[in-house]
Each structure stands twice: as C-alpha cells, then as structure tokens.
C-alpha cells in the first residue's frame, strides 16, 4: 500500500520520484569506480574480473538462445495473431535479462549503471501495452546485447581458460583489458542513457491513449443526445402535432397535450444542461476549481469537505482534466464505497497539480475493480500525470492524483459579457 498523505504534508510530492544518493551520477550516466591498478600479485578486483570473464560463455549462451529463439518464433508468427504478442512478450522478459546482466556488471566489474524506468503498463488495455513492449528501446538493445556478446563471451572464456592454465604471470593485464571492453558494451548497449528514446516510445503511446479517448468521450455524446434530448424532442414534436390537429375539435384534450408538451421541454432542457455540464461545466469556466468542485461536491450523496490551495489557476485543459478526475471519484465514493463522509484537498507543489480524495467507505478499490480507475489512470498518464489508489480491506481509501503544473494563458479568463451568457 501507498502512504496516505495529508494537506499538511503538501512540500512532498504525491507519488515517491526516483533519486540519487550524494556523489551518484545522473539517471543513465554509467561510470565505473576507480579500480585498483592490475598487478601479477591476484587482488580482490583481478579475482572478480576473472569470475566475471568465465562466467561470460554460460550467460552469453543463455542469452543468446533466448534473443534468437524469442525473436524468430515473435517475428515468425508475426503473420498470425499470436506473433506480435509473442514478440512483445520476449521483450518484456528480455529486460530481466538485461537487469541481470547489470546487476552482474555492478558486482563484479564495478560498473555504476542505473535501472531503466519501468514501461507504462500498469491499468492500460492489452494492445496499448503490447505496442509499449513492440516499441520500448531498452527491450530492443537488450537483445541486440545478447546477440553480439555471444561471439565475444566464446573469446573471453577461451583467453581466461588459457591465461588460469598457462599464462599465469600476464592474466591479472589481460582480465583488465578483456573487461573494459565488457564495460564498454554494458554502457553502450545496456545503460539507460537514452531515456529520449524510452519518452518518444512512451509519448507516442499516450497520443494513443488520448486519441482512444477522445474518441470514446464523442461517442459517448452523440448516445446522450440520440437517446436522450433528441429522443424527448421527437416525441415533443409528435405531440405538438397532435395538439394542433385536435385544437378546434377538442380544446380540453388539446390543452392537456401542449401541458405535457411544456413538461416534455423542461426534462429536454435539463438533460441538455446535463450533458453541457458533462463536457465542460460554466462554474469551471468562470469561476474555477474551487467552486467547481464544490458544486460536484453537493451532488455526493454523502457530505464531502472541499480544501483548495492554489493561488492562481492552472491552464484549462490541466483544469478540466481534474475536475473530471474529481467528478468520476466522487461517483465512485456514492455508488461503491459505503462511506459516510469524504474529503478533496487541491494543491501545488512546485509544477505539479496535486488532487487527492479520501473516503472513509469499506475500501479494496483496485485500477482493475470495474469502476472506471484504469480510464483514470489512463487519462492522467496520457498527460503525464500519475495515479495512485490506497484502499486496503475494510477503508480507508485515498485516490491521489497528479498533474503537470501549466500556466494560464494571459487573455483566457471569460469576460463579464461571457460569463453573463
């Protein structure tokens, strides 16, 4: 479980961010501690460099059957509906072998290489996380690794073999030389040093996301106004129509018709100021979060304390994607969580939007529970944003939410005029 976090811890982020210790190089930046010289006397280092190069023929091997057999049966099948899955599955897997592979050099070459930031596959449908793997660089040179290391790793074990057997005196050189051009090809093929790559692959999907999205926001539309409002005016129509006929020769039932035909255009009306307020509520406009949120907040059936500390607003979109975000949970709190009180607390910290919401209800929400947090997350992800659900068995649950910080443009905010309309 995450930890819950409080309005009062707000100079921390939502979410724990990846750092570094003191004197530790930047994300993806590879450097090798300093070794001690290679001497004919063996030394602790000379001796894990010898383990290192022996050790180089039996996972060069295993590596090397896995990329060619991963890569021929995917792209094989790639023809069938089962090759493409295959494929995306040998690369994820095919990370695990890369993150051994640096653990390895870390230990026994004293190579300081981080960790490549994990794939964004968490909540999102199956074919956005295949085309994550089938597009995720660091899978791609993990493989290419484990292909060129093979011949080299035959060498290496062939020289050390030799060197253990024959050439004693010499072998503490030639492990040294024989291992710099291991962490040469650590750093080249298997550091995370082009983390471009990994946010080009990563924003491409996202672009799916929110295209997906968009597109299932206007369907949603055009069913609301097909099956709702339209439908009522069709029949209001209809109505009128018959009311006209039967004017003259039926005053009374005429009269009857066109009273349900006024009733029939108040529901119209409130439906169509429902579905306005589905795609972009005017408080939100003219008035911001703060008050949108606090009329989202009077329509929860259980009663919910409203907090916002922000100073200024934040642009539109951002806004409009965490009035959203607010709106849906709160649905979540009245239809699933049992609760009997609920909080949001809004805030900035540094250039992140923060949004958390905490009911005290029954708990065990989970991003695949069926009650909308995976489209969340994805919402969110697609603008890179973050999303993190604590809700152990039994309550309480807390969403928090994260969003970039952008600033409004200057001119944006309605007029009097607007705001009037």
Same mark, same amino acid.
């Given at each position: 479980?995450?930890?819950?976090?409080?309005?009062?811890?707000?100079?921390?982020?939502?979410?724990?961010?990846?750092?570094?210790?003191?004197?530790?190089?930047?994300?993806?930046?590879?450097?090798?501690?300093?070794?001690?010289?290679?001497?004919?006397?063996?030394?602790?280092?000379?001796?894990?460099?010898?383990?290192?190069?022996?050790?180089?023929?039996?996972?060069?091997?295993?590596?090397?059957?896995?990329?060619?057999?991963?890569?021929?049966?995917?792209?094989?099948?790639?023809?069938?509906?089962?090759?493409?899955?295959?494929? $995306?599955?040998? *690369? &994820?897997?095919?990370?695990? =072998?890369?993150? #051994?592979?640096?653990?390895? !050099? /870390?230990? @026994?070459?004293? %190579?300081?290489?981080?960790?490549?930031?994990?794939?964004?596959?968490?909540?999102?449908?199956?074919?956005?996380?295949?085309?994550?793997?089938?597009?995720?660089?660091?899978?791609?040179?993990?493989?290419?690794?484990?292909?060129?290391?093979?011949?080299?790793?035959?060498?290496?074990? $062939?020289?050390? *073999? &030799?060197?253990?057997?024959? =050439?004693?005196? #010499?072998?503490?050189?030639? !492990? /040294?030389? @024989?291992?710099? %051009?291991?962490?040469?090809?650590?750093?080249?093929?298997?550091?995370?040093?082009?983390?471009?790559?990994?946010?080009?692959?990563?924003?491409?999907?996202?672009?799916?996301?929110?295209?997906?999205?968009?597109?299932?926001?206007?369907?949603?539309?055009?069913?609301?106004?097909?099956?709702?409002?339209?439908?009522?005016?069709?029949?209001?129509?209809?109505?009128?129509?018959?009311?006209?006929?039967?004017? @003259?020769?039926?005053?009374?039932?005429?009269?009857?018709?066109?009273?349900?035909?006024?009733?029939?255009?108040?529901?119209?009306?409130?439906?169509?100021?429902?579905?306005?307020?589905?795609?972009?509520?005017?408080?939100?406009?003219?008035?911001?979060?703060?008050?949108?949120?606090?009329?989202?907040?009077?329509?929860?059936?259980?009663?919910?304390?409203?907090?916002?500390?922000?100073?200024?607003?934040?642009?539109?979109?951002?806004?409009?994607?965490?009035?959203?975000?607010?709106?849906?949970?709160?649905?979540?709190?009245?239809?699933?969580?049992?609760?009997?009180?609920?909080?949001?607390?809004?805030?900035?910290?540094?250039?992140?939007?923060?949004?958390?919401?905490?009911?005290?209800?029954?708990?065990?929400?989970?991003?695949?529970?069926?009650?909308?947090?995976?489209?969340?997350?994805?919402?969110?992800?697609?603008?890179?944003?973050?999303?993190?659900?604590?809700?152990?068995?039994?309550?309480?649950?807390?969403?928090?939410?994260?969003?970039?910080?952008?600033?409004?443009?200057?001119?944006?905010?309605?007029?009097?005029?607007?705001?009037?309309?």
């Amino acid at each position: 479980m995450t930890a819950r976090m409080t309005p009062s811890a707000r100079n921390r982020d939502a979410t724990a961010r990846g750092g570094r210790t003191a004197g530790e190089p930047a994300g993806g930046e590879a450097t090798t501690e300093a070794l001690p010289p290679a001497r004919v006397a063996f030394e602790p280092q000379t001796w894990r460099e010898i383990s290192h190069l022996l050790l180089n023929l039996p996972m060069g091997l295993l590596g090397f059957v896995y990329a060619v057999v991963s890569l021929a049966v995917g792209a094989g099948l790639s023809v069938t509906a089962v090759g493409l899955p295959l494929l $995306a599955l040998g *690369l &994820l897997a095919g990370r695990r =072998l890369g993150s #051994v592979e640096r653990a390895r !050099a /870390r230990r @026994l070459l004293k %190579v300081r290489v981080d960790e490549p930031s994990a794939l964004p596959l968490r909540g999102r449908p199956w074919w956005t996380r295949m085309r994550t793997c089938l597009t995720d660089p660091v899978g791609w040179r993990t493989m290419l690794y484990q292909v060129v290391r093979m011949p080299w790793a035959v060498f290496t074990f $062939a020289v050390t *073999l &030799l060197g253990l057997v024959a =050439l004693w005196p #010499v072998l503490p050189f030639v !492990a /040294r030389a @024989l291992t710099n %051009v291991d962490r040469m090809m650590v750093r080249g093929l298997l550091c995370p040093s082009d983390e471009l790559e990994r946010r080009i692959a990563e924003l491409e999907s996202d672009r799916g996301v929110v295209v997906d999205t968009a597109a299932a926001d206007l369907r949603r539309i055009e069913r609301d106004l097909h099956d709702g409002a339209q439908a009522r005016l069709v029949n209001l129509a209809m109505g009128l129509g018959l009311a006209k006929e039967k004017l @003259l020769e039926d005053p009374d039932t005429a009269a009857a018709m066109v009273e349900e035909a006024h009733g029939e255009v108040k529901l119209a009306l409130q439906e169509l100021r429902d579905l306005a307020r589905g795609i972009h509520p005017a408080v939100l406009t003219d008035r911001g979060l703060d008050a949108a949120l606090s009329s989202v907040a009077t329509r929860c059936t259980v009663p919910v304390r409203v907090t916002t500390e922000l100073g200024s607003r934040p642009a539109a979109a951002i806004e409009g994607i965490a009035y959203f975000t607010v709106s849906e949970l709160l649905q979540n709190v009245s239809k699933h969580s049992r609760a009997t009180r609920a909080s949001i607390d809004v805030w900035r910290s540094e250039n992140r939007l923060l949004l958390q919401v905490t009911d005290n209800g029954i708990g065990g929400a989970t991003l695949d529970g069926g009650t909308g947090m995976a489209g969340l997350a994805e919402r969110l992800g697609a603008v890179d944003g973050l999303f993190v659900v604590d809700s152990p068995a039994g309550g309480p649950t807390t969403v928090t939410a994260e969003l970039p910080w952008r600033d409004r443009e200057p001119g944006r905010s309605p007029s009097p005029a607007q705001r009037r309309r």
